[in-house]
């Protein structure tokens, strides 16, 4: 999870973590955050968060007989959106075009964010009460989404006995203009021709399989490409592998596919989507 998320860091992504309460989603997204010295927000989100809550607001100034735009949490370097989809859909649209454009438009102006601008999103399985499913154009922003798990039992001793609070989370070893520097030479990764055929070929195969309503997007393409040049980079290598789009195929693909009602009947459709993906790489001819 920790190669996924720093992987997520580099290629200039934002990360969905979703799972059930109390496996450390947080904890996760605070360490990633604080990873690097820069300005990071946590927002928790609620039904009756309101857009004007995550971008800001147009107040009247009567000193200056002016209206002044007061920026919201959105414009940092870090957002922790905690529990993203316990909030409306109307409020999680307002992350639309930030995590899109880079940008906020209010009133009819529009501000740019700082950068580096990363969206680090927890959220609870959809079937757990008071949710609302992100929709499919939400989900499209997100680069990756991982789960976390329990952990075994050695982990979890461990965790009991331990008494760290969350201001033991780390501390910075990167500046953010460090940051820029590394994701930019991330884009200079070498990933050959036969490689990127093999992502399409993947890419076609969601969206031509039977259990499959929705197949992957070109901009879902555009992610695999990025997020295993990232991997490559974690790894520390420059050039991409099969192994490198094979990892990434499951975290980049499954929140983007749409499963079919027959073959969502049994099971959760995270599930179902992780396992037809995992179908469809045997499928697939790895480029030698």
Known sequence: MLRLSLACLLARGHLLIEDVPGVGKTTLAQALARSVRS???????????????????????????????????IFTNFLLADEINRATPKTQSALLEAMNEQQVTIDG???????????????????????????????????????????????????????????????????????????????????????VDYMLAIVEKTRTHDSLAMGVSPRGAQALFRA??????????????????????????????????????????????EKILGEILTLVDVPL
Not at 118 to 141: C, F, K, W
Not at 254 to 262: E, F, M
């Open 39 to 73: 300005s990071f927000h946590r927002l928790q989100f609620t039904s009756d968060m309101l857009p004007s809550d995550v971008l800001g607001v147009t107040i009247y100034n009567a000193h200056t007989e002016e209206f002044e735009f007061k920026k919201g949490p």
């Open 109 to 195: 102006r529009s501000y740019e964010l700082i950068q580096p601008f990363m969206v680090i999103a927890t959220q609870n399985p959809v079937e757990h009460h008071g949710t609302y499913p992100l929709p499919e154009s939400q989900l499209d922003r997100f680069l990756m989404r991982i789960r976390i798990g329990y952990p075994d039992i050695a982990a979890e001793r461990e965790i009991v006995r331990q008494s760290k609070t969350s201001a033991d989370l780390g501390r910075a070893v990167i500046t953010g203009e460090e940051l820029t520097h590394l994701q930019d030479a991330v884009q200079q990764v070498q990933v050959d021709e036969a490689l």
């Open 228 to 273: 295993s040049q990232a991997l490559a980079a974690v790894e520390g290598r420059e050039y991409a592998i099969p192994d490198d789009v094979k990892r990434m195929v499951v975290p980049v693909f499954a929140h983007r596919v749409a499963i079919n009602a027959r073959a969502s009947m049994a099971q959760r459709s995270a599930e179902v989507a």
